[in-house]
């Protein structure tokens, strides 16, 4: 049947999260901006915060068993997190791989040239070590118009892709989901039929199927590693 899940709410308990630089082992001398390994991570202006602290989640859902780090406002993780039961919103701030959280995150960013630039910061923020003690499984990217993505984005977004060994996955453009909410969405879990062939429901009834493909292979993905 229809399954809906109502909106999630933010933080009320005053918690904040930390930078990059304060997240660092006090003994470590690495300052983002500058090259550690063969990563060099973005300056610290353009890192992200670290939770110093378990993510939020709403307990009225499943425990995330990813979550989804937005590049940058207007990225499409709350879409994504309302079409996938099992995924949870990082709100911004890499997860700092406390216990009782997933250590899987996975970075969104929509395929702009600001989306496919902050893509990068976050990635090699992440590889670099400064993006908490989780695993970097990969990144996706949304559509931003029905147009096909012009060739210097594409060779842009293919070199970014790389840093994670092309475990890149594509949201296309769904052009109803500009009428409809987060709250509005259906939602797949694990073990949902994907349908085949060309006939599609609704997307207020059902998950567009390339949405379900991306969410069944993060999760394969992650079985893997």
């Given at each position: 049947?229809?399954?809906r899940r109502?909106?999630?709410?933010?933080?009320?308990?005053?918690?904040?999260?930390?930078?990059?630089?304060?997240?660092?082992?006090?003994d470590d001398?690495?300052?983002p901006?500058?090259?550690h390994?063969?990563i060099?991570?973005?300056?610290?202006?353009?890192?992200?915060?670290?939770?110093?602290?378990?993510?939020?989640?709403?307990t009225d859902?499943a425990?995330?068993?990813?979550w989804?780090?937005?590049s940058?406002?207007?990225?499409?993780?709350?879409?994504?997190?309302?079409?996938?039961?099992?995924?949870?919103?990082?709100?911004?701030?890499?997860?700092a791989?406390?216990?009782?959280?997933?250590?899987?995150?996975?970075?969104?960013?929509r395929?702009?040239?600001w989306?496919?630039t902050?893509?990068h910061?976050?990635?090699?923020?992440?590889?670099s070590?400064?993006?908490?003690?989780?695993?970097?499984?990969?990144?996706?990217?949304?559509?931003?118009?029905?147009?096909?993505?012009?060739?210097?984005?594409?060779q842009?977004?293919?070199?970014?892709?790389g840093?994670?060994?092309?475990?890149?996955?594509?949201?296309?453009?769904?052009?109803?989901?500009n009428?409809l909410?987060?709250?509005e969405?259906p939602?797949?879990?694990?073990?949902d039929?994907?349908?085949?062939?060309?006939?599609r429901?609704p997307?207020?009834?059902?998950v567009?199927?390339?949405?379900?493909?991306?969410?069944?292979?993060?999760r394969?993905?992650?079985?893997?590693?």
């Amino acid at each position: 049947g229809l399954r809906r899940r109502m909106a999630e709410p933010k933080p009320s308990t005053g918690a904040s999260t930390v930078s990059a630089t304060a997240w660092a082992a006090a003994d470590d001398s690495r300052e983002p901006g500058r090259s550690h390994g063969l990563i060099t991570p973005p300056p610290a202006e353009r890192c992200i915060d670290v939770w110093p602290e378990p993510v939020y989640a709403p307990t009225d859902r499943a425990v995330p068993s990813w979550w989804l780090v937005g590049s940058h406002g207007g990225a499409g993780v709350s879409m994504l997190t309302a079409s996938w039961s099992i995924a949870g919103d990082a709100m911004g701030a890499f997860p700092a791989g406390f216990e009782q959280e997933s250590p899987f995150v996975v970075v969104v960013a929509r395929e702009s040239a600001w989306g496919i630039t902050r893509a990068h910061d976050l990635l090699t923020q992440h590889l670099s070590g400064y993006g908490g003690a989780t695993t970097l499984v990969g990144l996706v990217t949304v559509a931003a118009s029905p147009s096909r993505l012009k060739s210097e984005l594409r060779q842009r977004l293919e070199v970014v892709a790389g840093l994670v060994d092309d475990h890149h996955w594509r949201i296309p453009w769904i052009d109803t989901w500009n009428e409809l909410t987060p709250d509005e969405l259906p939602f797949w879990t694990p073990g949902d039929p994907i349908p085949p062939g060309r006939k599609r429901e609704p997307p207020d009834r059902a998950v567009p199927r390339e949405v379900a493909d991306v969410a069944d292979a993060i999760r394969t993905t992650i079985i893997s590693i």
